[in-house]
């Protein structure tokens, strides 16, 4: 059973940084592509960054380019979501998410098959 973790969410100024880890209970991380969405109240959730289980590669919505970095140490099973500037409509529960199988080119798409539980963040303006 794949069990996600997430910590590192709570309250800051507009224009300050959050890291966000979340730790995965399995010993095969190093297989899965992982994922950071949010959800705010009354919207849907979003895929925020990603990243490859392999390569390094890494996908960001574009509201987050050049603020936000996904990272991961498969040796810790963590992956990371460092945000920086950040705005006051980045306010949201986020969670981590990982993806077994992903599939072609468009692999940070999911459908994503183990999810965290959830920490909440918010920036106050």
């Known amino acids: 059973q794949v069990q996600l973790v997430e910590s590192g969410g709570g309250l800051v100024q507009a224009g300050g940084s959050l890291r966000l880890s979340c730790v995965m209970s399995?010993?095969?991380?190093?297989?899965?592509?992982m994922g950071w969405f949010r959800q705010a109240p009354g919207k849907e959730r979003e895929l925020v960054a990603a990243?490859?289980?392999?390569?390094?590669?890494?996908n960001y919505a574009d509201s987050v380019k050049g603020r936000f970095t996904i990272s991961r140490d498969n040796a810790k099973s963590t992956v990371y979501l460092q945000m920086n500037s950040l705005k006051p409509e980045d306010t949201a529960v986020y969670f981590c998410?990982?993806?077994?199988?992903?599939?072609?080119?468009?692999?940070?798409?999911?459908?994503?098959?183990?999810w965290g539980q959830g920490t909440q963040v918010t920036v106050s303006s």
């Open positions: 998410a990982a993806d077994r199988f992903p599939v072609g080119s468009l692999w940070w798409r999911g459908p994503y098959d183990y």
């Open positions: 990243i490859a289980s392999v390569g390094g590669g890494t």
């Open positions: 399995a010993r095969t991380f190093s297989d899965f592509v």
